[in-house]
């Protein structure tokens, strides 16, 4: 009887430390927390490996999160929900470009400040964007384009 009581008070405290570690984890991520800031709008001809959750930067600091992503039919480019932090007032001049922290890192969205004096408000369109760049492709082009390897061109036959 004494032995079950110690199991049952072994597995309660194992269940609430479970808890814990959950709801940490949960406010720790930004899930939990509430999004505040004003939302921007940017579309990308290629937003590969850009998600609900990643993360927007300028110089390297996050300063927002993507939001909601989906498919224009008008002109089949992504469109892309950014909201940013309100401290941050970008210019209607400013550029987002999808980007990675290195060669075969993750990807997000890097802002760039305009010199405009006009700023963005809530749901205008960033209009100055550029795509992921497909690394593949360009490794593929240049190892298989005999253009690029230095070798003269032979003369045509006339």
């Known amino acids: 009887m004494k032995s079950s009581m110690v199991e049952t008070l072994i597995g309660a405290a194992v269940i609430a430390i479970a808890v814990g570690f959950f709801i940490y984890a949960y406010q720790v991520s930004d899930r939990g927390a509430t999004a505040s800031g004003y939302r921007l709008v940017a579309e990308f001809d290629n937003a590969e490996g ?76 960033i209009s100055n964007t550029q795509g992921a760049v497909d690394i593949w492709s360009l490794i593929s082009q240049a190892m298989f384009d005999k253009s690029s390897t230095g070798q003269p061109s032979e003369p045509q036959a006339q």
Do not use: C, H, W
């Open 50 to 125: 850009v998600n609900v959750g990643t993360d927007v930067r300028m110089a390297g600091v996050k300063v927002g999160t993507v939001v909601d992503m989906t498919l224009n039919p008008e002109n089949y480019m992504a469109k892309v929900v950014l909201q940013i932090d309100p401290a941050l007032q970008l210019t209607d001049d400013s550029a987002a470009k999808v980007t990675a922290e290195g060669l075969l890192g993750s990807k997000f969205i890097a802002l760039e400040q305009g010199g405009s004096e006009v700023k963005l408000a809530d749901g205008e369109p």
